[in-house]
């Protein structure tokens, strides 16, 4: 199904606008596909103007920038730690900009649109060094106080 970004056709308040014209080609959007962690896959995609745009299915590495030398690195992704734009990305393992991606160089924050610009460029935290993924905490859960019966 087609994404239609025009003009919609209900004013704030409610009211309806009349269309003036049709819907136009150049109207219509393409629906959202994410970066996923995996082996490198790309898909080219044909913009206006006989364009195209890269974007990246799986991606298995990253550019890291270290802001203390400026010197830039390819890194292994090891996983997605955090994302701002969705909690549930990070079980997905789901790049996108923003996201705090842990790499063998350590803790990095995405700099650039995987799905707008076919790769993956961090920048390092301050401080951050490579560590495994740490399980979640649990608190020991209280005995029951009553027996169950049945």
């Not at 970066?35 to 995609?45: D, H, I, N």
């Not at 590495?61 to 997605?80: E, H, L, M, Q, R």
């Not at 924050?109 to 495994?132: C, I, T, W, Y």
């Amino acid at each position: 199904m087609a994404l239609w970004q025009g003009r919609s056709r209900r004013k704030s308040t409610g009211g309806r606008y009349r269309p003036f014209r049709k819907k136009r080609k150049f109207e219509i959007g393409v629906e959202q596909q994410y970066a996923f962690l995996g082996p490198q896959k790309v898909k080219l995609y044909r913009t206006r103007g006989r364009n195209q745009k890269v974007r990246i299915l799986n991606a298995e590495f990253a550019n890291v920038i270290d802001p203390k030398t400026g010197k830039t690195s390819k890194s292994k992704i090891v996983t997605v730690r955090e994302n701002p734009s969705n909690p549930h990305f990070v079980t997905r393992n789901i790049i996108t900009r923003g996201a705090v991606i842990l790499t063998e160089a350590g803790l990095a924050k995405v700099r650039s649109r995987p799905g707008q610009d076919g790769v993956v460029n961090a920048v390092l935290f301050e401080g951050a060094k490579a560590e495994a993924p740490a399980p979640p905490k649990e608190s020991p859960k209280p005995a029951p106080t009553t027996p169950r019966t049945s």
